[in-house]
């Protein structure tokens, strides 16, 4: 049993025997006795009519010689026991009624006193009891107003600079915020100002909330940690409240950090959205804004926040003064995700011919979070194996995991789907290894993963930023490989391709209205995306343009979609027996990648025995494609790297 559910035990055992005390105090069963006067006492006692006489306290308790119970208590100032010696009654005396003394006046007095106020110390003490209860259960019944803010003192073991990595910018921009912290006289000395604050901004992921604690470890000072929605209650006040008491609690101890996690919570520009302003939000963001740029201003207190939407802060909050220095966290490089994975494999058994490097640049996009719960990942694999160490297999599995999701062993394909699924991917690898502008080919595999019946891997030569008109173009060729291969080998087609086509009509989309990418159109955008504050994300387009246009950009996106369909037509048939090859390639061994890859694209593909019916047929009564275009075959051999895209995707183009 915990100390806490023991002492629980002992209050409810204590109240008990309080409860059963109180009701025999107060209500146990005796009869009603009649009360004399002291003078009829003494009378009786004289004539012979009593038999016994205690006296208790100031109470008299007497018995006749018919057994019956009177009552009395003391009159004048002196005691009972003085009153009945005077009136010729001794209590040693051996005639007369028995005379019997159990108490002292005070002794009594304090017993009769406690018995009356035994109720109302009761219901005292369970009243106390409740309140200290409802303060331990951890809804603070009584303490609304302070603030919930995590401490972590500065001689507790604490993150540095070294256990960040892939984020040197950012590093050296709160370089200077810990040197503020450390030597404020150095800069005050010169007439500048300590920072007010620090707003660290960054997709999720990407280190923010660790490096807010790599700050305050490096400046060895306190560090108050708090989220952004414990400000925030049902009642209005609550968090302009806390925010105070965090504040207060942070001056007594400058220099140090306060840390809010997520603020957009509370500092969202006030008066937006569907039904205005919040009060409770926008009283504790006012508080905020007081506290950061009051008129008490003169503290060494500093203000790091992290966020994902900066876009929707309030523009108070943003200003110089409050939030002096913006400091953006951005997905990592290739040399960062390498510096990444060697901060997360300290300490962690690896085989010699795990190449961090090389799976650094298998991962593009991925964040800090992601490669540590890859390197996670690939040591959970490695002890499920047995393994006493991390090799490449665990590693490429977890990329896999991460990418595509675990593979579904039980699910069970027919024949007939297994060679469809396998066309379809050898058709996307396939048009991707003909077309100059696609990314090269890294992986095909049709086991399941997740939803998915089989995927290809395509990873660029590297981490790209900007997209051409020409790569967009082999994109959605590639997007469309599998769709046309299915139609070449097998005259119908299947679901599968659901995914490509909605991928391939989005970017077809996004060339016309946001890129200026039409030869027709022109270099212009069409619609003007609306986004509420509050929800964060597109709700609607606002058209400005005409329906005319708006016919000109269907006929515009169909026209995209259409030649990259016609040129993934052209690709395959010209590569009729590599299609036939990697295919049957798929079908016997399931997954291919790194050299048996390029070893399977690089040989000559024989020529198949027999056509397949359906082969047949199409060649049969298939008409010829619309004139494109043709695009040169690959002739340089490059090392796939880079970013994996979606499974039977083309990577998805910059936003």
Request: net charge negative; with cysteine; charged share 25%.
């Given at each position: 049993?915990?100390p ?15 409860v059963?005390?109180m ?7 005796s ?14 006692a004289?004539?012979?009519?009593l038999t ?11 018995t006749?010689i ?10 004048a100032?002196s ?25 002292s ?10 018995i009356n ?9 369970l ?23 995590r401490?972590?003192m ?16 950012a ?6 915020v810990?040197?503020?912290?450390k ?13 007010r604050?620090?707003l ?49 609690q942070?001056?007594?101890n ?13 500092g ?12 409770e939000r ?14 008490d201003?003169?503290?060494n ?7 994902n ?20 966290l ?11 994975l ?12 795990a ?22 990942e690939?040591a ?5 194996n047995?393994?006493?160490?991390i ?38 690898a396939?048009v991707?290894r ?6 090269p080919?890294?992986k ?13 891997r ?33 005259v119908d ?20 209205t946001?890129y ?52 993934a ?17 798929l ?9 048996e ?12 025995a ?20 043709k695009?040169p ?9 880079g ?13």
């Open positions: 049993m915990s806490r559910m023991l002492r629980n035990s002992i209050i409810y055992v204590i109240i008990t025997i309080a059963i005390a009701f025999f105090a107060v209500f146990q069963p009869g009603r006795s009649e009360e004399l006067a002291i003078s009829e006492v003494v009378q009786k004289k004539e012979g009519d016994r006489i205690e006296i208790n306290g100031d109470n008299l308790f007497i006749d018919a057994g019956r119970t009177f009552t009395s208590r003391k009159e100032d005691s009972l026991v003085e009153t009945l010696e005077n009136a010729g009654l001794d209590p040693e005396s051996t005639t007369g009624p028995e005379i019997i003394v159990k108490g006046s005070g002794l009594g007095s304090f017993f009769g006193l406690l106020f035994l109720p109302l110390i009761f219901f005292g003490g009243l106390l009891f409740m309140m200290r209860q409802a303060q331990g259960s951890g809804s603070q019944t009584m303490n609304f107003g302070r603030s919930r803010a401490v972590v500065a001689n507790r073991p604490t993150v540095s600079f070294s256990d960040v990595a892939g984020e040197e910018e590093k050296e921009e709160l370089e200077e810990v040197q503020f912290l030597f404020p006289e150095r800069f005050t000395s010169l007439g500048a100002h300590v920072p604050g620090v660290l901004a960054g997709p999720p992921g990407t280190g923010k909330t660790l490096l807010a604690r790599a700050v305050a470890g490096e400046a060895e000072v306190p560090f108050f940690s708090i989220s952004g929605s414990e400000f925030v209650e049902m009642f209005v006040g609550v968090g302009a409240s806390r925010v105070r008491d965090l504040f207060d942070a001056k007594r400058a220099p140090c950090i306060i840390f809010v996690d997520e603020i957009d919570a509370v969202r520009h006030r008066g937006a959205g569907l039904g205005g302003g919040h009060d926008e009283q504790t963001l006012n508080q905020i804004l007081v506290e950061m740029d009051g008129f201003t003169g503290t207190v500093i203000v790091v926040a992290a966020t939407r900066p876009d929707i802060l309030d523009p108070a909050l943003l200003r110089p003064g409050r939030f002096d220095r913006r400091v953006v951005d997905l990592p490089d290739v040399v960062g995700r390498e510096a990444i060697i901060v997360h494999s300290k300490g962690k058994p690896l085989e010699p011919d190449n961090l490097e090389v799976i650094a640049r298998q991962t593009p996009g991925f964040s800090g979070a992601d490669l540590a719960n890859l390197v996670n690939a959970i694999l490695a002890a499920r047995g393994k006493k160490s090799g490449t297999p665990e590693f490429a599995e977890s990329i896999d995991r991460l990418v595509a999701g675990p593979e579904r062993k039980s699910r069970v394909f027919s024949d007939h789907e297994k060679e469809v699924t396998a066309y379809h991917e050898a058709g996307h396939l991707a003909m077309l100059e502008h696609a990314d080919v890294h095909i595999s049709i086991v399941a993963r997740g939803g998915m019946g089989g995927y290809t395509l990873l660029p030569d590297e981490d790209r930023h900007l997209w051409s008109k020409q790569q967009f173009k082999d994109m959605l060729a590639v997007s469309m490989g599998g769709r046309v291969a299915e139609e070449i080998i097998f087609v299947t679901t599968g391709a659901s995914n490509d086509l909605a991928t391939a009509t989005n970017i077809a989309r996004q060339m016309v946001r200026g990418m039409s030869d027709k159109l022109g270099p212009r955008t069409f619609g003007k995306r609306e986004e509420l504050v509050f929800l964060g994300r597109e709700i609607s387009e606002q058209r400005d343009y005409s329906d005319r246009i708006a016919e000109d950009i269907d006929t515009e996106v169909h026209q995209l979609v259409d030649e990259a369909y016609s040129l037509r052209i690709t395959l048939r010209e590569n009729n027996d590599k299609l036939h090859q990697i295919a049957q390639y079908i016997e061994h399931e997954t291919v990648e790194g050299p890859l390029n070893e399977l694209f690089d040989s000559v593909a024989p020529t198949p027999r056509a397949t019916p359906a082969a047949a047929a199409t060649a049969v009564a298939e008409p010829e494609p619309e004139a494109v275009e695009k075959a690959k002739t340089r051999q490059r090392t796939p790297k970013r994996s895209s979606g499974p039977n995707t083309a990577p998805a183009p910059a936003s």
